[in-house]
Nanobody, 122 residues
Framework: QVRLVESGGGTVQPGGSLRLSCTIF????????MGWYRQAPGKEREMVAA???????KYADSVKGRFTISKDNDVKTVYLQMNNLAPEDTAVYYC????????????????WGQGTQVTVSS
């Protein structure tokens, strides 16, 4: 059974940075693609960044140039480095994993972790 443990959220001022971590248990980590997602109040969950098993990455237009997704297969953890944060980045951030990159992009998952709250406010 897959278990997702997200951490690293917090409250920062506009222009600040945060690094999110997600450790994933119960999968062959190196054989899966991973994604970071966020859900703001009153909005649908959206994909923020994805990383394929081979390392290729994809970003939502709203975060390109500011966010970087990476992973460490040895510790089964995927990261999201977020720089130059803005109030519109405020949301609960989630991660997930699947062998299919299409599933990552469409976020067609039956279960999610608890997420980590990111608040950008002055």
């Amino acid at each position: 059974q897959v278990r997702l443990v997200e951490s690293g959220g917090g409250t920062v001022q506009p222009g600040g940075s945060l690094r999110l971590s997600c450790t994933i248990f119960g999968i062959m980590f190196s054989e899966n693609s991973m994604g970071w997602y966020r859900q703001a109040p009153g909005k649908e969950r959206e994909m923020v960044a994805a990383i394929a098993s081979g390392g290729a990455t994809k970003y939502a237009d709203s975060v390109k140039g500011r966010f970087t997704i990476s992973k460490d297969n040895d510790v089964k953890t995927v990261y999201l480095q977020m720089n130059n944060l803005a109030p519109e980045d405020t949301a609960v951030y989630y991660c997930n994993a699947d062998r299919s990159l299409l599933t990552i992009v469409t976020a067609d998952f039956s279960s999610w972790g608890q997420g980590t709250q990111v608040t950008v406010s002055s």
